[in-house]
């Protein structure tokens, strides 16, 4: 179905459902009372606030919802849904979205927000945990940038604030993880 206004908006009955589905979350509580948005710490960088999102899953906006930038500057702080007066777990939906968005290939103009959340996972798959130098030195190579920000990581480094080493205890456990949630997924 679609409506006409200033442009024509894809309604997607089907799409609301499948993020309902696999959220698990009952988006449809939602009563727009904006207090995930205004405790969000990446509103600012964000073209629609979680509360709009969480709009468009409810009416099928399909095109709107996948396609902001939204759902790539989430920090999935949980920030959004430890707030909601009607606890939907609002950082899950925007976990799903994100899936969804990946599974059918959908292209945004995310900047580089899709490869650092792609280099985010792998790092966190291999190493057990965030390693802060190898994901900012991956991002300035594969964006073309090798020496961004390097005289601010020297100086961090100085400080204590970035390690030079990954500090990694146990190495496979994280990868045993991912490996379960794929035989799940299946
Ligand atoms: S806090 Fe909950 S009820 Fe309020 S706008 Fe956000 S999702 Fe909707
Ligand atoms: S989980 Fe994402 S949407 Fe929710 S408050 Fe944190 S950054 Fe904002």
Same mark, same amino acid.
């Not at 309902?20 to 509580?29: D, H, I, M, P, Q």
């Not at 710490?41 to 709009?55: I, N, Q």
């Given at each position: 179905m679609k409506i006409v206004g200033q442009k024509d908006v894809k309604l997607d009955k089907a799409f609301m459902e499948e993020v309902?589905?696999?959220?698990?979350?009952?988006?449809?509580?939602c009563y727009q009372c904006r207090k995930c948005a205004s405790g969000c710490?990446?509103?600012?960088?964000?073209?629609?606030?979680?509360?709009?999102?969480?709009?468009y899953v409810q009416l099928g906006m399909v095109d709107e919802a996948m396609k902001t930038n939204t759902i790539w500057y989430c920090l999935s702080c949980q920030t959004c849904s430890a707030r909601c007066p009607q606890d939907i777990d609002i950082a899950?939906?925007?976990d799903t979205i994100r899936i969804l968005v990946q599974e059918k290939g959908i292209k945004?103009?995310?900047?580089?927000?899709?490869? @650092?959340?792609?280099l985010w996972m792998n790092i966190l798959k291999y190493a057990g945990r965030m390693y802060e130098l190898a994901l900012t030195g991956m991002l300035n190579v594969f964006t073309g940038?090798? @020496?961004k920000d390097m005289s601010l990581g020297i100086k961090m480094m100085r400080k204590g604030k970035l390690k030079l080493l990954p500090s990694i205890r146990k190495p496979f456990a994280m990868m045993k993880m991912f490996s379960r949630a794929k035989r799940l997924k299946k």
């Open positions: 309902a589905k696999r959220s698990g979350e009952n988006v449809f509580l710490p990446s509103r600012m960088f964000m073209d629609s606030t979680p509360t709009e999102l969480m709009r899950h939906v925007v945004a103009d995310t900047k580089n927000m899709r490869l @650092f959340n792609r940038r090798p @020496f």
